[in-house]
């Protein structure tokens, strides 16, 4: 048992890697609350003073700024399903005895560790090109016109290359579940003549239900700050402008380092919103 000594050497130890994260994090924060409310033109006279609420209010009656919200949930949506549905399949897949399976999972891993700039180029330029991407060439084998991805379906083509990198850890995450499950109850759920479909919505994802709620949870944090992919693919037209990215560009179009920090502050505000709702979803999965 800890005594008091222990525990008092143990706070003290804690104390500068604690007091070192809190400055990470309380130190930004603090300083963008603090620009939100002024006009500070870096490259155009620096701070102007003090201006209230004025950020805040140009920044939500803009018109995009609706738009953009709706973008970003919706590619965080769309990601979400794409990896979750797919994660599943290829948990259970992997699960199943094959040859070189540690090969396969491997390279199921490997694009989680694919840089997003280095992946948005591929995908742009190697299978969504309309005149020599892959996928240009299956329509034209089809004998079909092939699709301007990024400018006919956009934000699809989004969602589809940030799932491709998001899907390896989904399918990590739910394969470790799926490797806990207890074999004994699947096999006794077979022997009383049990459907595969049956065994898996009673006894498989139940089972799988934490993972899952896991895996929305984590994914969603980092998906609402999507930036690299359209950077690189879109550029933030043709619909696909997110939050992030329209608080990039607003500071790159009028300098206002105010006006970006106000954005920042929705963000964090809309993140919070979100990170709330899903914590009492992933609460009452952790309970049960």
Known sequence: MATQQSRSAARIMMAPAVILLLGWMLVPLTMTLMFSFKKYLPLRGGDLGWVGFDNYVRFVSSSAFWPSVMATLTIVGGVLVITIVLGVVLALLLDQPMWGQGIVRILVIAPFF????????????????????????????????PIQWLSQAPLESIVLIVSWQWLPFATLILLTAVQSLDSEQLEAAEMDGAPFYSRFIHIILPHLARAITIVVLIQTIFLLSIFAEIFVTTGGSFGTRTLSYLIFQRVLESQNVGLGSAGGVYAIILANIVAIFLMRIVGKNLDN
Do not use: C, I, R, Y
């Not at 694919?114 to 004998?143: C, E, I, Q, R, Y």
């Open 114 to 145: 694919v840089m997003p700039t280095v992946s948005a180029l591929v995908w742009k330029n190697m299978f969504m090109d309309p005149v020599n991407g892959l996928f240009a060439h299956v329509w034209k084998f089809f004998g079909a016109e």
